[in-house]
């Protein structure tokens, strides 16, 4: 199977930079992609990572390690809005187009 | 343009009863996901659609729970003699067909809360 974890919660102050962790065990790995989900919310699209690196898009850059099972996202000049959960979700060849999901890392962002 | 739309969006029913969840996907989307999302859990894989082929359904959790696809539109999702631990915001998803690249994210609707007294 495959296991995904992120740690549960994390705690920022506005204007700050804060770095999202996931790690994940696949055997086939196909993309890994993050989700920004508000509460009472559907989740949202953030970005995408196939080949190890940095990826960056304006406030929020993902990084993905391939060998070592590790993604993580960053996101620069906080924001009060950004406090949501982010969900790392892993696609895997052994399980067709399936996106399995972590559990999520829910960010507060304090003034 | 139009997104992911589902149908309820709010469902109280009495425990025992069938319910019927229904998901709009994007126009021109071959690919269609259920996801089930507890308070303050993770998304959790019920089904997964792709074009005709035959469905994904290694997630379902009882044989309470199907779902079908007409062609490449409507979904709907049916839970039958609900109980009280299905209670959860059940998440359609849709994709384009991206032949293996794996680089189509996900577009979600906003779910179906679904409470089972």
């Known amino acids: 199977g495959q296991n995904i974890d992120q740690p549960t919660e994390m705690t920022a102050t506005e204007g700050a930079i804060v770095q999202i962790n996931c790690t994940y065990q696949t055997s086939g790995f196909n993309g890994l992609f993050w989700y920004q989900q508000h509460a009472g919310e559907a989740p949202t699209f953030l970005s995408y990572n196939v080949l190890d690196g940095l990826e960056e898009k304006g406030r929020f850059s993902s990084f993905l390690s391939r060998s070592k099972g590790y993604s993580y996202l960053l996101l620069k000049e906080l924001q009060m809005k950004d406090s949501a959960s982010y969900l790392c979700a892993v696609r895997d060849w052994n399980y067709g187009q399936n996106f399995v999901f972590g559990p999520g890392t829910r960010l507060s962002v304090l003034p | 343009g139009a997104g992911v739309s589902q149908s309820p969006s709010n469902k109280v029913t009495e425990k025992g009863k069938d319910v019927e969840l229904r998901c709009d996907p994007i126009s021109g989307h071959t690919a269609l996901y259920w996801y089930r999302q507890r308070l303050g859990q993770g998304l959790e894989f019920l089904i997964y659609?792709?074009?005709?082929?035959?469905?994904?359904k290694s997630g379902l959790p009882s044989d309470r729970f199907s779902a079908e696809r007409t062609g490449e539109s409507v979904s709907t999702l049916t839970i039958q003699r609900t109980q009280q631990e299905d209670s959860a915001v059940y998440l359609c998803a849709s994709s384009l067909t991206d032949r293996g690249r794996g680089s189509s994210p996900l577009h979600f609707g906003n779910g179906t809360r679904l409470t089972v007294t």
């Open positions: 659609f792709q074009g005709n082929s035959a469905p994904d």
